[in-house]
């Protein structure tokens, strides 16, 4: 039964076969693709993009991702399991990219929130964020039962240097503001002492 359409500029590796244009996806097949993308139409409506050296089993109602990433330009019920993660869409219309690297998972929601199943925890992705978790399987620290939505990633990444640099800027700026105002308030100059 043919579930999609692969389409690429170049060659694509469907059930280790090597295809180029386009062709037919029966339920389970594998893609492997090399130096192009490949774009993926199933027949559920969910238009999904497999870039350069990635991989996947890609069936009716969910993708399989081994490697690389996967572009998911709308959900529509589809699931993406990536190492221990089950990743879908909080609406059909969600959007996401899902990228494995050697030791995490990154979702990144392009547009509507994405929910992420990390062993029985529950995680939520916000439209416009992206939060890292790790391939290792390890346990996260234990929660009340009655979180969901934001709750903290399991091997969420520290944030870097340049972007401390910013949120360190961003508060000073808005201390200086307050000062500004409260001396404006008081009648007093904060540059002049009066």
Known sequence: MTIGVATTIGTVSVNQTAVSGSAD??????????SVPTEVHLSSGTDLRLATRSSGVFFSDHVSLDQGALRVGSFNGLTVNAAQLQITGDEAGSQ????MTKKTVEV??????????DSGMLTRVAAGTKMSFQQSGAQPAA??????GAA?????????????????????CVAGLVVGLIAANQGKSPFHGQ
């Open 96 to 99: 996401a990219v899902v990228r």
């Open 25 to 34: 996806l029966s339920d389970g097949a594998q893609l492997a693709t090399t």
């Open 152 to 172: 903290a990633a399991p091997g969420k990444k520290m944030p870097g240097d340049a972007h401390t640099a910013y949120w360190i800027a961003g508060a000073v």
């Open 143 to 148: 929660q009340p039962a009655s979180q969901t």
């Open 108 to 117: 990144a929601s392009l547009g509507g929130a994405v929910t992420v199943m």
